[in-house]
């Protein structure tokens, strides 16, 4: 792909290379089964999905965990992928992380402390010593990668997320000349939350490593800055959110909102050929059945508020009877850190909370709610969008939620999206129907509003949702932050311009 297709100035990197680094890589080579072929999976994980049209586009290089089984026979030595799936045409370095640094680096300090503490979904986070270490471990091998990709070169450096804080301050310790951003895919919680992590300074100092730091919500930002004020030593210029670093090579980080998106024409193209229609009729013929067909997309999270819409759904059926036997749930739920205890405990306490449902309220051939509890690849999700009456997504906190936004693009234009009030896209998409999905009679009584909303309603809300994914799109994501970078770098390095840095000029 021309990076002119995708963002709006391919200028945007100047003559740098661009290098995203996160720890969940863009597709893995797996093999089910001893003898069965390999496939190629992208992972269920909506940043992979949104930054690779980026990598394509301006040619970069990827720097993530190898994952897959089979990752290893299409590898050279170095990590590099030898020959690139046609669809990911770009050079992707995947970095083996030794199994017991893994699992407290991943299982551990990512998912059982920092995703707890940065999502308020009263899920208490854990803290361990041996997590920590291996936390720092880990971002130590991502910043000595990037440091061997780019070694002196003036690149710019793109990290990503939750699991990588630490780094940015080694990468700029090991490249001086490289421009560094991060972006932060989740919340940013209020310091009152955040102090109970024992190693938030080092955190902070980490994410300081960046030139330029990135949340969904101008919100999460201010929460950030708040925490920094309580927790260290930093100069802070709310006016223009720099941040000074602390330390001999001082420097400011720039704090910014960049509210992330999709790629809207790729899923609409997908989405319009005629595979993808037969595959629309195949899934109202099997699943709908002259019913409405209500569809959720989510990872098994608690923070996804799977079990508060599974009770709603029940309260739907007592306070609104007229729709037992006339809608089926289709709960696509694909499994996810299913080595974290509260994962494993929460999809339990799901199947048996569905199967109870369907007991209490099934009829002759009906289920009210169907549990694809598996893997879909990313272009039938897409399809799963078109053949649905309407998407609820009932997020108890959640960064952006970029279903709603998928949703948006490939839907039909009289289906309804039901939106929880906690997600992100929240504050752009207020022409869903919005839901607090802890109120659950609220909730049940929302579901019902949204299946006998009038058709006309319908239509205008669904054409405003799409025209926002289609006006602001990755490729317009990814330009703001890649500008937002240039333009802070040229604010502050002109130094190099000694006429202009005081009487220089007659
Ligand atoms: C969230 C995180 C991503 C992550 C995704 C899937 O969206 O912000 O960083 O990739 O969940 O999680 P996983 O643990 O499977 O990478």
């Known amino acids: 792909m021309d990076a002119g297709l995708l963002l709006p100035q391919p200028d945007l990197l100047g003559d740098r ?15 089910h089964g001893k003898s069965a072929a390999v496939q190629v999976e992208k992972p269920p994980s909506g940043l992979t999905l949104a930054l690779e049209p980026i990598v394509v586009a301006t040619h970069g290089t990827w720097i993530a965990a190898s994952g897959g089984n089979a990752d290893a026979e299409f590898t050279d030595a170095r990590g590099y992928v030898r020959d690139p799936p046609p669809d990911s045409p770009y050079r992707l370095r995947r970095l083996t992380l030794p199994p017991s640094l893994r699992e407290d680096f991943y299982t551990g300090f990512a998912n059982s402390s920092l995703w707890p503490l940065c999502h308020i979904a009263y899920h208490q986070p854990r803290f361990e010593e041996k997590w920590w270490r291996a936390y720092q471990a880990v971002n130590e091998i991502f910043a000595q990668a990037v440091a061997e990709e780019i070694g002196g070169e003036p690149a710019t450096v793109f990290i990503q997320d939750f699991h990588l804080a630490l780094a940015p301050q080694m ?23 955040f102090r109970i992590c024992p190693w938030r300074r080092e955190l902070l100092e980490g994410m300081l490593g960046n030139d330029l730091l990135g949340f969904h919500l101008s919100y999460h930002g201010m929460n950030f800055m708040e925490t920094l004020d309580r927790e260290l030593a930093v100069r802070i210029d709310r006016e223009h959110n720099l941040v000074s670093r602390p330390g001999a090579a001082g420097g400011l980080t720039k704090i910014g909102a960049f509210p992330i998106s999709v790629d809207a024409q790729a899923i609409i193209a997908s989405v319009t050929t005629i595979a993808a229609q037969q595959s629309v009729r ?37 306070r609104h009877p007229q729709w037992r036997d ?29 199967a109870e449902i369907n007991r209490r309220w099934g009829v002759r051939d009906w289920k009210p709610v169907l549990p694809l509890h598996q893997y879909v690849e990313p272009r039938q999700v897409w399809n799963w969008y078109l053949a649905a009456d309407a998407l609820i997504v009932s997020s108890l906190h959640d960064g952006m939620n970029l279903v709603a936004k998928e949703f948006a693009a490939a839907a039909r234009d009289d289906a309804v999206l039901l939106l929880s009030e906690y997600t992100g896209a929240a504050r752009e998409f207020r022409e869903a129907v919005l839901l607090n999905p802890y109120a659950i009679d609220d909730f049940a009584d929302k579901i019902a509003a949204g299946l006998e909303m009038p058709l006309e309603q319908r239509r205008e809300r669904l ?19 890649l500008r937002a970078l240039r333009q802070h770098y040229f604010d502050n390095h002109g130094s190099a311009f000694p006429e202009n840095s005081g009487g220089g000029m007659a």
């Open 17 to 31: 290379r661009l290098v995203v680094v996160s720890h969940r890589q863009p597709y893995a080579h797996v093999r």
């Open 171 to 193: 990468v700029r310790a090991r490249c001086p000349r490289a421009l560094i951003a991060q972006f932060w895919h989740i919340p940013w919680p209020n310091p009152e939350a």
């Open 282 to 318: 195949e899934l109202r013929e099997r699943y709908a059945r002259g019913r409405q067909l209500v569809l959720t997309v989510e990872r098994m999270d608690y923070s996804k508020g799977i079990r508060e819409r599974l009770e709603a759904i029940q309260r739907l059926f007592e």
């Open 326 to 354: 006339r809608v089926s749930f289709v709960q696509i739920a694909t499994p996810s850190r299913t080595d974290v205890r509260a994962y494993r405990d929460y999809a339990a306490e799901v199947d048996h909370l569905v």
């Open 463 to 481: 054409r405003r949702l799409r025209w926002r994914v289609l006006q602001y799109d990755i490729g317009a994501w990814a330009a703001d932050i």
